[in-house]
C-alpha cells in the first residue's frame, strides 16, 4: 500500500513537473518586465535566469520582487547556456528583438517578445528566418489578445457573420504619456529614443490597431497606408512623435489607426463595421453590439469565450503542444511580419506627406 501511494505521489509529481514551462527573462528595461518577475503561479512558469547588462538593476528587482540573485546574468549566450530554458521572454527595447532570437533560435529556444515584433522590416524578417530555419516559435505579446471582449468580437464579426462584410475599423489605443503616467527611467531611455523604440507613439501603440486587423483581414497584407505624425510635447519628446494618425487601405475596408501620448485617460478600445451591424470593445470586458436600431450591451469574459488572459500561459500551452498558433493569430509571426509593415509604412508616409503602397 505505502509503495502504490509513493508511486501515485512520484507520478503525480511528474506530471506537475512536465506541465511547468522553465522561461528566462532577456531584458528587464521593459516596465512590463515586473509580470513575470513576480509571477506567483510557480507550477506553471519556473524564472530560471534573468538577463540584463544592468546588474544593479536587476539585483534591485531580485530584491523586490524575491527571486534569487543567483539567477542574474550580464552574458545573454552564458545565461543561455546555464540555466536551459525552454522559452525566453524578451522585456528591453523592441531593437534588442533580433539579438535576443539571434541567441535563442540557434539553441532551439522558443522567444515570446513584447509588442511589436521588430523595430524594422528588415530586422523582422532575419528573425522570420531564424525562427524558421530553427523551427522556434516567435510570438508577440499585446495586452488586447489577452481581452474577451476581443475575442468575442472576432468571434461575431468572423465566425458568426454579425456585421455582414466589413467594411472599415476605428481603433484607439494609448494614454496620456510615458512620462506622465510614470514610466521607470529606464523604460522612458528607450521608450524615447527613435532607433531603439522603432518611432514613439506610432509604434508604441499603433501595432495594436494593426495587429487587430490583420486578424480581422484574415491575415490579407493592406494595399496602401497613410499616416500623419504630431509632435504635441515636443519639450518631453524631442526625438520622437506623440501623436499618430494611420489609415490602412483594403481593396474592400478601412482601418483608422490613432495612436497617442496624449489621450486624457488610458484606452484600447476598438470600433468594427460591417454591412449590417457594428460592434463597439470600449474594454476589455464590455461590448456594445448593434443591428438596425436595435443596441445591445453586453459584459463578456473568459467563462464565455475561449481566451488566454495570461499570456504566459498561452506561451507555456503552445511550446507544449496544447494549442496550435494559426497564422493570422494576434501572437503569430505572420501577422506581426504584416504589423511591421504597416508601421514602417507609416513612418515612410508621415516622413514624406504621401501614401505608401505595399508590395
Not at 490597431?209 to 490583420?214: D, F, Q
Not at 475596408?253 to 495612436?259: F, V, Y
Request: hydrophobic share 40%; proline share 5%; with cysteine.
Amino acid at each position: 500500500m505505502r509503495t502504490l501511494i509513493l508511486l501515485l505521489f512520484i507520478s503525480c509529481s511528474l506530471s506537475t513537473f512536465a506541465q511547468t514551462l522553465r522561461v528566462a527573462v532577456a531584458g528587464i528595461a521593459h516596465g512590463h518586465s515586473t509580470w513575470i518577475l513576480n509571477y506567483k503561479d510557480k507550477e506553471s512558469i519556473q524564472l530560471a535566469g534573468v538577463y540584463d547588462k544592468d546588474t544593479a538593476l536587476a539585483n534591485r528587482y531580485a530584491k523586490k520582487y524575491g527571486f534569487s540573485p543567483s539567477i542574474i546574468y550580464p552574458d545573454l549566450g552564458k545565461m543561455l547556456d546555464a540555466v536551459k530554458p525552454q522559452a525566453v521572454l524578451a522585456f528591453g527595447s523592441i531593437y534588442s528583438h533580433l539579438e535576443v532570437v539571434e541567441a535563442c533560435a540557434p539553441r532551439g529556444i522558443h522567444v515570446m517578445v513584447e509588442k511589436p515584433l521588430a523595430v524594422s522590416v528588415a530586422h523582422a524578417r532575419k528573425m522570420d528566418s531564424l525562427a524558421r530555419k530553427y523551427h522556434i516559435y516567435l510570438l508577440t505579446n499585446y495586452e488586447t489578445s489577452w481581452y474577451p471582449s476581443v475575442a468575442k468580437t472576432f468571434q461575431l464579426a468572423l465566425d458568426s457573420n454579425y456585421t455582414g462584410q466589413i467594411r472599415k475599423a476605428v481603433i484607439h489605443d494609448g494614454h496620456q504619456g510615458p512620462k506622465e503616467i510614470g514610466c521607470s527611467p529606464e523604460f522612458l531611455a528607450w521608450l524615447t529614443d527613435p532607433v531603439l523604440n522603432g518611432g514613439g507613439a506610432l509604434v508604441d501603440f499603433g501595432c495594436y490597431g494593426a495587429n487587430l486587423m490583420t486578424h480581422l483581414m484574415k491575415g490579407q497584407q493592406p494595399i496602401a497606408v497613410t499616416a500623419v505624425t504630431r509632435q504635441y510635447k515636443p519639450l518631453i519628446y524631442p526625438k520622437v512623435d506623440d501623436d499618430a494618425t494611420i489609415i490602412v487601405d483594403y481593396p474592400d475596408a478601412q482601418c483608422i489607426i490613432q495612436a497617442s501620448w496624449n489621450w486624457p485617460y488610458n484606452r484600447k478600445d476598438m470600433e468594427v463595421y460591417g454591412e449590417r451591424g457594428y460592434i463597439f470593445a470600449p474594454d476589455s470586458k464590455t461590448l456594445v453590439l448593434r443591428q438596425g436600431n436595435t443596441v445591445t450591451n453586453r459584459r463578456v469574459t473568459a467563462d464565455d469565450i475561449a481566451v488566454y488572459e495570461d499570456p504566459f500561459k498561452y506561451l507555456a500551452a503552445v511550446v507544449q503542444g496544447k494549442i496550435q498558433v494559426t497564422p493570422d493569430g494576434l501572437y503569430a509571426l505572420p501577422n506581426n511580419l504584416i504589423v511591421v509593415k504597416i508601421l514602417e509604412a507609416a513612418k515612410e508616409s508621415a516622413r514624406t506627406g504621401k501614401k505608401v503602397i505595399l508590395r
